[in-house]
């Protein structure tokens, strides 16, 4: 597709994430009104276009419609469209893709995107969350397996160091970084820098991978503010422009069609698809920051080579070399990632995006902006990784 | 909510509301289909390995196989699909152990438990493992299929399969 309206993201905020002591509600208000105070110039008034991410606010919060509920939250008259947007892990990011097409389609000039999720329930409802969680996959034939998310990706950790030799030691790099990535950023679930060492002394949750390698189960909300670039020229100087949008499944969503459990070619289609769109022809050389879906340490590993960066079989290498940190040729997971700042499902896609508008414009809250980047990229998969998404960004419309 | 007296009062007796205390498992929560002619297009699965035999859909018109079974072919929208026999012995492709954390519905469950990718040559499929640890085991060990009956929230009798280490396997 080619977008024939450049659009914007301006800018915007997001709540504490964690284990918090707050309803879905609270989560949908606290995260609306630190997107509306982080850009003065945009009010609940000027909002025509409203997409809520929310992967299961059905089970989690016993909630659905959840899109005109926020809109009476944060006192949006939603004027053009409203969409609640719902795709696992990637349901964010999938709401920044519905904003983008309906204003560089023409439809509206500007649009909040909100992710929230509320997913801890108490630690005595955990086998509630999990079967949630197990519903991501084909229930009938995989979910009934017991395969919430951790051992799922152990398989892809022990297929990737039986094909390519990875070892244990590149996976705890990857979770020691975003985890030390995170310790800088205020909103993070973890905020405690760690060593390499530690991840494997961390208890062990599904072997290959130890409490380290995984994400939070976190609750929080991210929003943005998307605006064609008629009206965002109104309103500021620095924005992320949004200039590619990439998906790819190859209809394989159980365990028998999937492509592949040591890669994902469909997050190599992906990006090719967005890379293409935006003219990134070197990724490595040309992109500065990439938030990617660090879901599990592997995933990290797994998505070096899928989105272009090294060789298939050289992500271990990749990490090893050090050269996806802060001060490396990618500074990969800036934020700290899903392992650090944790993974509120329907925020996580959002709070990518502002991380990378907000490194454009060196507002990055400590010590973790990387010199001068231009253009940016996230990624995210979701469920058995059956869908990967890619958007790349840059500081300048094309 | 109903209040007959001053609600400015913490005092005063209030009405009760009750909501029941305990709710009753839904079938909602159960990770297992009704397998039935009644519930189910796919039933004839469930109806084989009720007797023992595992199998799964191929289609007739292109002869693509099929897992999980299906009433519609995915590769030329054919609906016109016969069940055949998968291999019961099969290899392990991956594997991992779920040490804590099982959802509700299979919390009853022990854990550890297994479950892996297992490679029967035309499909491969997640399963159980039982009577294995992790460590026992090794990518490429021959698995053999189980079939367990499910106990649970229906009187309808509902089968499963599972696999376990292959005669000569199992350590």
């Known amino acids: ?398 | 909510m109903t209040d007959t007296t001053d609600p400015t009062d913490g005092d005063a007796e209030r009405e009760r509301v009750s909501v029941p205390s305990k709710v009753e498992l839904p079938r909602l929560l159960d990770f297992y289909e009704l397998q039935t002619e009644d519930q189910t297009q796919i039933h004839e699965f469930y109806d084989n390995l009720r007797d023992g035999r595992l199998t799964t859909t191929q289609c007739c018109d292109c002869d693509e196989i099929h897992f999980p079974p299906r009433i519609v072919c995915p590769e030329c929208t054919g609906d016109d699909l016969e069940y055949v026999d998968l291999p019961d012995e099969g290899e392990l492709f991956a594997f991992s152990e779920v040490r804590d954390g099982l959802p509700l519905g299979l919390s009853e469950h022990d854990v550890p438990y297994v479950v892996a990718v297992v490679d029967l040559g035309p499909v491969r499929l997640s399963g159980w493992i039982d009577n294995a640890a992790y460590s026992d085991l090794e990518i490429g060990d021959a698995v053999s299929l189980k079939i367990v009956e499910i106990d649970g929230p229906t009187d309808e009798e509902r089968v499963f399969y599972r696999f376990e280490p292959a005669d000569g396997d199992a350590k």
């Open chain 1, 1 to 398: 597709m080619t977008a024939t309206r450049n659009v914007a993201i301006v800018g915007g905020g997001q709540t504490n994430w964690g284990e918090r002591d707050a309803t879905w509600k609270d989560l949908a208000q606290e995260g609306g009104k630190a997107t509306f105070d982080a850009v003065p110039a945009i009010g609940p008034e000027n909002v025509e276009g409203l997409f809520v991410g929310a992967v299961q606010p059905e089970r989690f919060a016993n909630q659905t419609h959840v899109a005109p509920l926020v809109a009476e939250l944060l006192g949006i008259e939603v004027t053009e469209m409203t969409a609640r947007t719902e795709l696992a892990c990637a349901s964010g990011q999938a709401a920044l893709r519905y904003a983008w097409l309906a204003i560089a389609a023409g439809q509206l000039d500007t649009a909040l995107v909100l992710g929230v999720e509320k997913m801890n329930l108490g630690r005595e409802y955990m086998p509630e969350m999990q079967s949630s969680m197990s519903n991501v996959l084909d229930r009938e034939f995989d979910g009934v397996n017991g395969l919430a998310a951790p051992p799922f990706f152990a398989w892809y950790a022990q297929r990737h160091m039986h094909e390519h030799g990875t070892t244990r030691e590149q996976l705890s790099l990857v979770a020691a970084k975003n985890k030390s990535n995170a310790a800088k950023t205020d909103f993070a679930q973890f905020r405690s820098a760690i060593e390499p060492d530690e991840v494997t002394e961390s208890p062990e949750i599904a072997p290959p991978l130890h409490l380290y390698d995984c994400s939070g189960i976190t609750d929080g909300a991210s929003g943005v503010i998307l605006m064609s670039e008629e009206k965002a020229r109104e309103v500021t100087d620095t924005a992320a422009w949004i200039t590619g949008s990439g998906q790819s499944s190859m209809a394989g969503n159980s365990i028998n069609n999937l492509p592949s459990f040591s890669g994902w070619p469909q997050a190599r289609k992906a990006s090719q698809n967005a890379y293409e769109q935006a003219g990134i022809e070197d990724p490595l050389g040309e992109i500065d920051i990439a938030e990617i879906h660090d879901c599990f340490s592997i995933s990290e590993v797994i998505e070096y080579e899928e989105l272009g960066f090294c060789e298939r079989g050289e992500g271990g290498q990749f990490i090893e070399d050090g050269r996806s940190r802060l001060d490396g040729d990618i500074a990969v997971n800036p934020r700290g990632g899903l392992l650090g700042c944790g993974h509120p499902l329907g925020a996580t896609g959002v709070s990518q995006a502002l991380e990378v508008t907000q490194q454009f414009k060196g507002e990055v809250s400590r010590n973790r902006q990387v010199d001068d980047p231009t253009t940016g990229l996230i990624h995210n998969l979701s469920g058995s990784g059956s869908v990967h998404s890619v958007m790349t960004l840059a500081r300048d419309p094309q």
